[in-house]
């Protein structure tokens, strides 16, 4: 779940509290949260005994020096930090985010050990460029996932129309995006493709998830809003369960 900019220490500690003994025995997939850098200590703290894990939204391309406002690999490292979004659609739109810093950062990750889960977005589907777009940036973070195995890394595609729109893609247009992904990772000689995990990002909620989910390509959620409501990530995480945990 990635909360996004939201939360606060006492709204946190209800969420987690209520998700954590209904996913207790989701065994057969990974939970996760991604709270704002302020709270990763708050959520690593109060997941401890859990079995959902945690992630940061984000993280520099540098390693330590003179980059204020920066969180580095290392820091999160020592914060127990498994999971990184890089590459996210806000990222890339309201900062400016380029695949060239994407694929740094991915690299970075990779580096210290964290799973990279790596935003492609999708500015404009009428446009007919969507397997263009698509292209451009998976093709720019290959150089630097080939190496690994399908489990060091995770991708998401976002659709940037249903993000927070309430408006999701088809799951016809979910499947035909991801088998699009992964066929252009297996395209490039990436031999683990059928195994690389590519989540559907883009106002997922409990009723729309097990359709979604239940396509052969759709390997999960990448989920925003409904993560703060734990009645909602949490049938998000039991449709996850039925179509893919076995």
């Known amino acids: 779940g990635n909360w ?16 954590k003994p209904a ?4 065994d057969t997939i990974d939970v996760a949260v991604c709270p704002p850098f302020p709270y990763l200590s708050q959520t690593a703290s109060q997941l401890a005994d859990s079995n959902i894990t945690f992630g940061a939204q984000n993280l520099s391309a540098q390693q330590d020096g003179a980059y204020t406002g920066e969180v580095s690999s290392g820091m999160l490292v020592d914060l127990k930090v498994r999971w990184v979004l890089v590459g996210h659609s806000e990222r890339r739109s309201l900062y400016g985010e380029t695949d060239e810093i994407v694929a740094a950062k ?6 210290a050990g964290l799973i990279p889960c790596i935003g492609e977005t999708l500015e404009e ?3 007919g460029d969507t397997e263009v777009v698509l292209a451009r940036q998976l ?7 080939e190496r690994h195995p399908a489990s ?6 976002e659709p940037v129309w249903a993000i927070g729109t309430g408006l999701t893609a088809t799951p016809e247009q979910a ?3 991801h088998a699009f992904l992964r066929d252009r990772l297996a395209s490039s000689g990436y031999a683990a493709a059928p195994s690389v995990r590519i989540l559907y990002g883009g106002s997922v909620k ?3 998830a097990p359709e979604l989910f239940s396509q052969p390509d759709v390997d999960g959620g990448l989920v925003g809003g409904a993560s703060l409501v734990a009645n909602e990530f949490v049938g998000i995480a039991k449709a996850a369960v039925d179509s893919l945990g076995a």
Do not use: C, H, W
């Open 175 to 177: 499947q035909a995006v």
């Open 152 to 157: 060091a890394f995770v991708l998401a595609y």
């Open 23 to 26: 996913v207790a025995g989701f």
């Open 125 to 127: 589907r009428k446009t």
């Open 4 to 19: 996004k900019m939201n939360g606060r220490q006492a709204n946190n500690e209800a969420l987690l509290s209520a998700l």
């Open 206 to 208: 409990a009723a729309n």
């Open 139 to 145: 093709d720019a973070v290959l150089p630097v996932i």
């Open 106 to 111: 991915t690299q970075v990750a990779l580096d």
